[in-house]
């Protein structure tokens, strides 16, 4: 069982920066990939950004390059997402996720692949 906490989101001002984190348990967490994923109201939940097990693979939305960086603490079992530049656009509930495909360097951006979710933290960017 991974138990997975959101913290960090909240009310910023376009061009303002926040930072994510996501607290995961399980002794293992230094060999999942994770992930982050938004969901705006009314719409699906989609891909933001992955980073593998060992720091060196990420991936991103296209939506979000330049802008987010996701990153890991695995001493602390804790993953970033640190957002700079933020848009009205990127409100939404951020879900942080873990696939527990063991020290994969692949990084997956379907739902389908990623095994615990956290509960959500919104983040809500006003223009």
């Known amino acids: 069982q991974v138990q997975l906490v959101e913290s960090g989101g909240g009310l910023v001002q376009a061009g303002g920066s926040l930072r994510l984190s996501c607290a995961a348990s399980?002794?293992?967490?230094?060999?999942?990939?994770m992930g982050w994923f938004r969901q705006a109201p009314g719409k699906e939940r989609i891909f933001v950004a992955a980073?593998?097990?060992?720091?060196?693979?990420?991936n991103y939305a296209d939506s979000v390059k330049g802008r987010f960086t996701i990153s890991r603490d695995n001493a602390k079992n804790t993953v970033y997402l640190q957002m700079n530049s933020l848009k009205p656009e990127d409100t939404a509930v951020y879900y942080c996720?873990?696939?527990?495909?063991?020290?994969?360097?692949?990084?997956?951006?379907?739902?389908?692949?990623?095994?615990?979710w956290g509960q959500g933290s919104q983040v809500t960017v006003s223009s």
């Open positions: 996720a873990a696939d527990l495909t063991s020290r994969s360097e692949y990084v997956r951006t379907k739902e389908w692949a990623y095994d615990y």
């Open positions: 399980g002794r293992t967490f230094s060999s999942y990939i």
């Open positions: 980073i593998s097990w060992s720091g060196t693979t990420t």
